[in-house]
């Protein structure tokens, strides 16, 4: 029980910090869904289908990479750009994998279109070890 209301708090405070942030979800280690949340009055760019199979090739990815942890370090997070959204994966102390779709708005004021907004990777890794150290299983 306390490990879900730490994911739905989790979730939660992603929703509540940023309004770019369309969805949030959570994965086991395998890459299969526990728990997600969607901003209300977003329609759904993905099909669930969609991000489901997208959630298990990143933790597939994340498995690989931890070959070279010993080299580099632990992962913290990556971030895809497409034109409509970012994708971000961060993986979670527990073995699991949080999983956040963001707008991905053109700049203003750039010559040429560019994508180069960044994305608060600070405030979201601070809510993310928030909760993981205040929920502990």
């Known amino acids: 029980k306390q490990s879900m209301e ?14 770019s942030v369309r969805f949030a979800a959570v994965s086991d280690a395998g890459g ?6 969607q901003r209300n009055g977003v329609s759904s760019i993905v099909p ?12 597939g990815e994340w498995d690989a990479y931890t070959s070279a942890a010993e080299y580099i ?12 959204i ?3 994966t961060i993986p979670l102390l527990d073995g699991k994998m949080l999983f956040i779709s963001v707008n991905n708005k053109p700049m203003k004021n750039a010559k040429n279109t560019s994508y180069g907004r960044l ?5 979201i890794l601070s809510i993310v070890e928030f909760v993981e150290s205040n929920f502990r299983n």
């Open 48 to 59: 669930m289908e969609k991000t489901k199979a997208s959630m298990s090739r990143s933790r």
């Open 73 to 84: 370090g632990n992962g913290m997070y990556s971030i895809t750009s497409y034109t409509e």
């Open 6 to 19: 730490k994911y739905e708090q989790l979730l939660n405070m992603l929703m509540d910090f940023n309004k």
């Open 86 to 88: 970012k994708r971000i």
């Open 32 to 37: 299969q869904l526990l728990w997600n949340s």
């Open 119 to 123: 994305v608060e990777m600070g405030e």
